[in-house]
């Protein structure tokens, strides 16, 4: 018993010491700075730790976009086309959720068509919202930031 203490001791110390340690995102820093504490985001790509970076709620009950891409866990398959795995509805979710919490930035992380594996204008629903409702106020190194017009 005393073994297993320790070792979950010693296990949660050195987590609790990581996460102090990490250097919060660049575009975590600029939507913290830039934004209000009642401000929701929306985050395009999977990176969930810019939410927590810049301490804002999610505009939806997405926090990566596996469901709304079909994205498969542990990295694109050359080839492989992920539509078909898109969970049924998540789009017409998506939607409600936003007129619900109109997410007052949204962050494209993979802001680069060419090298994207899911761009944005691949998703007519997402490409439409950002063209005609936001606009870009920062290029970071995790992506493009864009603010409610």
């Known amino acids: 018993m005393w073994l297993a203490l320790t070792i979950v001791v010693f296990s949660v110390a050195h987590w609790v010491g ?4 990490r250097v919060p995102s660049e575009a975590g820093r600029y939507l913290f700075t830039h934004s209000n504490p009642a401000d929701r985001i ?12 810049a301490h804002r709620r999610a505009a939806c009950r ?17 080839g492989f086309d992920t539509r078909s795995r898109i969970l049924p509805g998540a ?5 409600q959720d936003f007129a619900r919490h109109p997410p ?8 680069d068509p060419k090298s994207a594996h899911y761009p944005v204008k691949n998703f007519p ?3 439409k919202l950002l ?16 603010r409610m017009r």
Do not use: K, N
């Open 91 to 95: 789009w017409s979710t998506l939607e």
């Open 62 to 78: 997405y926090i990566t976009t596996f469901p709304l891409t079909g994205y498969v866990f542990g990295g694109p398959i050359p």
């Open 42 to 53: 929306f985050v395009w790509g999977q990176s969930p730790e810019i939410y927590l970076d």
């Open 131 to 146: 063209a005609e409702g936001y606009q870009p106020v920062a290029h970071t190194g995790e992506g493009v930031i864009y």
């Open 104 to 111: 007052t930035y949204i962050v494209d992380v993979q802001p």
């Open 18 to 21: 990581l996460a102090r340690r």
């Open 125 to 127: 629903i997402l490409a």
